[in-house]
């Protein structure tokens, strides 16, 4: 085992249930019908943060009080359902599925409206809204046929060029719409889905140094990329694209070895990582205390590590 049991008994005495039940099903590789494993998933839905964020919810599927989707960050109806995903909270659940078609709903004309004009720079919302999407069973809805339709067009046509990155290509985007692109099944993806994601990875580890983050900006590189940070929500930092990286299986990828030795170096002597949470105060209360911020981000890391080093043990 890569990770001592005292540092998998520090990740099962969490209080939030989807850590412990990722320690148990991915980074103990437990069977997933073993009581324990599974008393971790119903938890989910039972304690911790996941119920707390669905109290707010109304039975139009948004939540209240909210002055948009979108706003106030980040407790309005698009942050909730990120967060909800993130916690691994049970797709078929009635109310994720509201969720999702309200959201589907709500930006169904704004986005036939890009497409018709081609005005793109938003992959940052729209793949992570294509990421809870595709969490709670949409792959048929033609609305998200539509933003991966976007996000191709985005990536291939237009560079992810952001208004917000004064029209430059925008790292967070890239690694956004890869993030919703991930959990498309391979055999649903089209050509175009597969050539964004060949062009992101491209981008954010060959094109680009992910550990420098010398991406194209006209100001400096965001704090928040070398810090270890749970919840982000429209940004992105080291941990995160290479959460992204290890989902789809693309470790091998020759830009990733600086990235990991980054992050292994990072590991305190306990064996543990040290979080960041920047909007803990902005987004549902309860979320994620210090320790577990610490926790979340530790057992990310385990993930990606232990991911890479059955790599290594494979082609032996």
Known sequence: MIFDESFIDWLL???????????????????EAGPEVQNANRDIM?????????????????????????????????WSMMLLAELNADGSDKRLV??????LTATRDELAK??????????????????????????????????????????????????????LPCAWGAARSLWGLAILPAGDRSVDSVATIDQGLNFLLSSYQLVEADYP??????????????????????LFVLRVVAE?????????????????????????WRGSSPFRQRTWHGLADVEETNRWVSLQAALIIQQDARRFSNDA
Request: some cysteine.
């Open 13 to 31: 005495e969490a209080q939030t249930p989807t850590i412990r039940f990722l320690a148990l099903s991915h980074l103990q590789e437990r069977d």
């Open 46 to 78: 039972k304690t911790g943060p996941v119920p707390t964020i669905l109290t707010g919810q109304t039975k139009a599927g948004n939540w209240h009080p909210e002055h948009s989707y979108y706003t106030p960050k980040y407790v309005s109806t698009h």
């Open 98 to 103: 509201r969720g999702v078609d309200y959201m």
């Open 248 to 272: 789809l299986g693309a470790l091998d990828h020759s830009g990733v070895k600086p990235a990991m030795d980054w992050l292994i170096a990072r590991r305190k002597l306990n064996g543990r």
């Open 114 to 167: 890009a497409l018709d004009n081609g005005e793109y720079s938003l992959s940052c919302f729209w793949g992570n809204l294509l990421r809870y999407a595709l969490h709670c069973g949409f792959n048929d809805d033609p609305r998200v046929e539509a933003i991966v339709r976007y996000l191709a067009l985005d990536a291939l046509d237009d560079g992810w060029r952001c208004r917000y990155n004064d029209e």
């Open 217 to 238: 900006t006209s100001g400096h590189v965001h704090t928040l990329w070398s810090r270890l940070n749970f919840p982000l929500f429209y940004q992105a930092d080291i």
